[in-house]
């Protein structure tokens, strides 16, 4: 029987939780890309399908849709599909899409698009959580498509492979964040993210970049400050709390919008 640290059982556990997030959602998420002059695909950002009163959506982040106004965009599922619909996004401020501080996009997807998706699974709305805020002791597992891992085309079957990364961490407080005049708890998430991270041998290994994830997935992955949570006698509740937006290198801090707020806007001016 071997007897694991403290540290060990916390670190395990991060893995268990990281692994069941991917099991729970990786049928819902995928990656966007764009269209170089010569025609092969350029990775930009990442997407999310839910469903809600039995219409399913499409959300990402409101600047990888604005890439729209230069190239066609595709979602890259078993094959690369066009995206056509109409997207409710946050307006630009003052038209600067870098001062809008939501950056969400939402379209409701038509039924031929949703049969040329193939097997694919949009998120439950009840997997959503649209009444969470940030809570100091919950790990949360960040999930998408970064750029490194996903512009490698095949030109002989017009492919590229898709990989998906996540990783887990903690979340950075407001009072103590110099970007606390940016963002706002009960709107946003800070959640670190260091340019190194550590194995569970205590071994230095580099994060992969960032740039891709916009518009990738922020889930609450529970309460690693409860020993029961850690042992797994407790049940887990994974669940979807916020949109992956932006990274702030000198910070080492990623921002989500939380979900809350997300919907709440969108469906507020779609009843509207």
């Not at 990888?64 to 066609?72: G, H, L, R, S, Y």
């Not at 066009?82 to 501080?101: L, N, Q, W």
């Not at 709107?187 to 916009?214: A, D, V, Y």
């Amino acid at each position: 029987m071997i007897i694991l640290t403290p540290s060990q059982m916390v670190f395990e556990r991060m893995n268990e939780l990281q692994e069941e997030c991917k099991s729970k959602f990786r049928e819902s998420i995928f990656p966007i890309y764009g269209a170089k002059e010569d025609g092969t695909p350029s990775h930009i950002g990442t997407c999310i399908l839910f469903e809600k009163d039995c219409k399913k959506y499409l959300l990402t982040a409101a600047h990888v849709i604005d890439w729209n106004d230069i190239t066609t965009i595709y979602i890259s599922c078993s094959e690369f599909i066009k995206i056509e619909s109409i997207f409710g996004a946050s307006p630009k401020i003052e038209g600067s899409r870098v001062k809008d501080k939501l950056d969400f996009a939402i379209a409701e997807l038509p039924d031929d698009f949703i049969s040329e998706l193939g097997n694919v699974e949009f998120i439950k709305f009840e997997y959503i959580n649209t009444k969470s805020t940030q809570v100091e002791g919950h790990y949360y597992v960040c999930m998408g498509f970064p750029n490194s891992r996903n512009k490698k085309f095949n030109p002989s079957t017009s492919s590229v492979k898709s990989q998906l990364a996540s990783f887990g961490s903690n979340s950075v407080s407001f009072s103590k964040s110099k970007m606390n005049h940016s963002y706002l708890a009960g709107k946003h998430f800070l959640i670190e993210r260091e340019k190194h991270s550590s194995n569970e041998q205590g071994q230095k290994i580099s994060s992969f970049g960032f740039n891709g994830m916009s518009g990738g997935m922020l889930v609450d992955a529970g309460d690693l400050s409860d020993p029961k949570y850690v042992a797994g006698v407790s049940k887990n509740n994974l669940k979807l709390v916020g949109l992956i937006t932006e990274y702030h290198k000198d910070e080492q801090t990623i921002v989500a919008t939380n979900l809350g707020e997300v919907m709440d806007s969108y469906f507020a001016r779609k009843s509207g």
